[in-house]
């Protein structure tokens, strides 16, 4: 966000899937969850319509403000 310092970083672990651009911007990142019948996470999906962005992943993780802070 313009103005604002930090980060955030995203983890896709166990990936699947990858379609998306190398970089883009002004991101609006959305997580949907595929349980399996075991009633844990089969996979996980994160997407960016506007960007065209969407991978699959065995687990997706996120952190805020991660060293060095910009």
Known sequence: M???R???HVNCL???FIHSPTS???CCLT???VQGA???PESMTLRDEGADVS???GDIRAAE???PVF
């Open 55 to 57: 991978i699959v992943a």
């Open 65 to 67: 403000n991660c060293k």
């Open 2 to 4: 313009d103005g604002k």
């Open 24 to 26: 883009w911007d002004n």
């Open 38 to 40: 075991d009633g844990y």
């Open 14 to 16: 166990d990936t699947e």
């Open 31 to 33: 997580i949907s969850v």
């Open 6 to 8: 930090g980060n955030l």
